[in-house]
């Protein structure tokens, strides 16, 4: 059955998946279903071309028609990019989008996807790390996200980067020895530090492929592993400081969200972040982010102007 009224796509672009909202003018929310993949740091131009060509197609399944689509809100990482940008608006148009495209971070649409009015302050820890804040007014303040390389501190990159690190300085005699090395030895099926040095530095590897290893940090904590344990004190110092750092540009804001598989996973890590932070500001008000981004990218869309028809909000 055709429905004739009018709607608003919000798409959460992944690495392997992309979850897609259809709401109504209102914002209420009609229908939820996943796609492909849709993340531009990760996948080809023909892959992501493939994936809106999906999401045609089930909409038109489902009896939406993509003349009544009046704007869309896109979150993914990358999409800053100039390039990305023009390519997908392109993208859309190609496909018969002819609405509103608005483009947001996936660090924004998370912030979004938390609080519904968009405001407050999100700490996000997953392969990277960033904290971000938004005020009453709309302005935005940053600390972190700078990538592997330079920062991304707390993040699962820089936890199995430290832990790699505590490894090869135990075999070399720098550092006291580390059950670390017996899990992740297990983990990549290797038996000595030459292996661990060729998964390391073996062409194509990639931040994501490094970060899954974090995971095990938990484990030699658990067993009072205290290198692994310094890790864990060392990443949730660094990340407390992003949010005091943003904190400190607003002040008014008392409320902040903590999302990522980091902080999400790690009980001990996101326990210490909460402590740190009591002691810098014990009014800060601390929830775990179970919003879903593709909702916080429509939020974000609606609060565009000219985003609704007749002026709706």
Known sequence: ??????????????????????????????????????????????KVLQTLSDIYVRLETLGYEINKCWGVGIGAAGISNPAVSQFLREAFQQEGFHCRIGLFGDHETALAAAFPECRGMVLISGTGSICIGRDAAGRQYRAGGYGHLIDDVGSA??????????????????????????????????????????????????????????PLISQAAAYGDCPAMEIERKSARDLADLVIAVAGKMPEEKHLALSGSVLLHNLNIRRLVCSYLETYDGSIKIIMNHGEAAVGALRLFRMTDDACPEGKR
């Open 1 to 46: 059955m055709k429905k004739e009224k009018p709607y608003l796509l919000g798409l959460d672009g992944g690495g392997t998946k992309t979850m897609v909202c259809v709401a109504d003018e209102e914002g209420n929310i009609l229908e939820r279903f996943e796609s492909g993949a849709f993340n531009m740091n990760g996948q080809s131009r023909e």
């Open 157 to 214: 990159y820089a936890i199995a980067r430290d832990m790699l690190s505590a490894v090869v300085r135990a075999e070399d005699g720098r550092a006291e020895s580390t059950l670390l090395k017996k899990l992740i030895f297990e983990k990549l099926s290797i038996q000595k530090t030459e292996d661990l040095l060729e998964f390391l530095y073996q062409p194509g590897r990639s931040k994501k492929e490094v970060a899954s290893l974090a």
